[in-house]
């Protein structure tokens, strides 16, 4: 029997505190945040509906709440822009839950770290090929190119094995990140031989950081279950997909794109002032204006 190497499911570890965005995340969802006119977790929504995928799973926290009545129907808001026949703001309302997208939401009841949070999913994922995505990680393809999971959507079905997005990264930047390290076998694929969860730079076996985009086989589940918790003290997603080496192996795929680490205020507002320049409404004024106001 041929594997499956469809992807229609997503997760999205979404439960985190957001404490780097204090106070403003004190009350709103950090995945909420909004660059230039969208929130963070929609770009990442969006990006997996591109890549193919329609069933989109949130592992939430208690204070999350606000993600799930973001892809819900909001029926007074509906009738308010409809009764003011404000048609193009109605669609685009209405465009933020197309009809063939199916939401499920699931909590991580504490904070055990990312392998954790994908486990959580479990029940939802079955016993299938899955997607992770990582919102703090607004990703960007190549301008007029796919998206980083649709890229990585179209590498799994010639590699059919648990796949994650990597870059190369600055050596004092390793420990922030699983850094991998294999054999070359494709344009821009190496078949991962190692896999560290933050080295030290000292330590590190490459430079090649992993970034927020992952499709995983549903064995990494059990991995992920019977794994020690490691770095932080926390069970880590990394350490689950490196003991797939052994057994089914692990591709690394150097996407076509960009990332922003929106997990932080510097990436954060990187991201602002790219989209905003890129943006239909505002690009050409705001454009403007910078040359006005920056040195």
Same mark, same amino acid.
């Given at each position: 029997?041929?594997?499956?190497?469809?992807?229609?499911?997503?997760?999205?570890?979404?439960?985190?505190?957001?404490? /780097?965005? $204090?106070?403003?995340?004190? @009350?709103?969802?950090?995945?909420?945040?909004? !660059?230039? =006119?969208? *929130?963070?977790?929609?770009?990442?929504?969006?990006?997996?509906?591109?890549?193919?995928?329609?069933?989109?799973?949130?592992?939430?926290?208690?204070?999350?709440?606000?993600?799930?009545?973001?892809?819900?129907?909001?029926?007074?808001?509906?009738?308010?822009?409809?009764?003011?026949?404000?048609?193009?703001?109605?669609?685009?309302?209405?465009?933020?839950?197309?009809?063939?997208?199916?939401?499920?939401?699931?909590?991580?009841? /504490?904070? $055990?770290?990312?392998?954790? @949070?994908?486990?959580?999913?479990?029940?939802? !994922?079955? =016993?299938? *090929?899955?997607?992770?995505?990582?919102?703090?990680?607004?990703?960007?393809?190549?301008?007029?190119?796919?998206?980083?999971?649709?890229?990585?959507?179209?590498?799994?079905?010639?590699?059919?094995?648990?796949?994650?997005?990597?870059?190369?990264?600055?050596?004092?930047?390793?420990?922030?990140?699983?850094?991998?390290?294999?054999?070359?076998?494709?344009?821009?694929?190496?078949?991962?031989?190692?896999?560290?969860?933050?080295?030290?730079?000292?330590?590190?076996?490459?430079?090649?950081?992993?970034?927020?985009?992952? !499709?995983?086989?549903?064995?990494?589940?059990?991995?992920?279950?019977?794994?020690?918790?490691?770095?932080?003290?926390?069970?880590?997603?990394?350490?689950?997909?490196?003991?797939?080496?052994?057994?089914?192996?692990?591709?690394?795929?150097?996407?076509?794109?960009?990332?922003?680490?929106?997990?932080?205020?510097?990436?954060?507002?990187e991201a602002t002032v790219d989209l905003a320049l890129k943006h239909e409404e505002v690009g050409a004024s705001f454009r403007d204006y910078l040359k006005k106001t920056v040195c």
């Open positions: 029997m041929k594997k499956l190497t469809k992807i229609h499911k997503a997760v999205f570890p979404v439960a985190g505190l957001g404490t /780097r965005f $204090l106070p403003a995340t004190k @009350a709103i969802a950090k995945e909420m945040l909004p !660059v230039v =006119d969208k *929130p963070l977790m929609q770009y990442a929504v969006e990006e997996a509906y591109a890549a193919g995928v329609r069933h989109m799973i949130f592992v939430t926290g208690r204070s999350k709440r606000a993600i799930e009545d973001h892809f819900d129907t909001a029926y007074e808001l509906e009738h308010e822009l409809e009764a003011a026949n404000k048609s193009d703001l109605l669609r685009l309302v209405r465009s933020i839950m197309p009809d063939d997208m199916v939401c499920s939401y699931v909590r991580q009841p /504490r904070a $055990l770290g990312l392998g954790h @949070a994908v486990l959580c999913a479990e029940p939802l !994922v079955g =016993d299938e *090929p899955f997607a992770v995505l990582l919102p703090d990680d607004l990703m960007c393809g190549p301008e007029g190119g796919p998206g980083v999971l649709a890229q990585m959507v179209d590498v799994f079905q010639d590699y059919p094995t648990s796949l994650v997005a990597v870059q190369e990264v600055p050596l004092d930047h390793v420990k922030r990140y699983g850094i991998v390290a294999g054999d070359r076998v494709g344009e821009r694929i190496v078949k991962v031989r190692q896999m560290v969860e933050k080295p030290s730079p000292e330590t590190a076996p490459s430079r090649m950081g992993v970034s927020g985009r992952y !499709v995983l086989t549903p064995s990494v589940f059990n991995e992920i279950r019977n794994n020690p918790r490691g770095a932080g003290g926390e069970i880590q997603l990394t350490d689950g997909i490196a003991k797939l080496m052994a057994t089914e192996g692990v591709h690394a795929y150097e996407y076509q794109g960009k990332r922003y680490d929106c997990g932080s205020k510097q990436g954060f507002l």
